[in-house]
């Protein structure tokens, strides 16, 4: 990370620009990918819950893993308004 900073650096306005964006643009598709394998193991959670019986536990683990995927859409929706121009 810290070779790719350095080569940034050195690139004229527009390119640092654009070299910032696809970082920031990278950065937020990680965290979103984040946000989709915990929702994926929480899901994989509730699976394992209604097989034990657990029904009690099926709800909220599900509520959390939709706030989840939901997050990973927005935090792409935001990229992807920012690459076509609109306000985020």
Known sequence: MLETLKRWWNKPGDELDAAFAAAIAAEREACA???DAEADSMEQGAQRAIESGEHDEVS???SAAWKLSVTANRIR???NDEVSGRAA
């Open 60 to 62: 909220a683990i599900r």
């Open 33 to 35: 990918k984040v946000c």
């Open 77 to 79: 929706a935001r990229s």
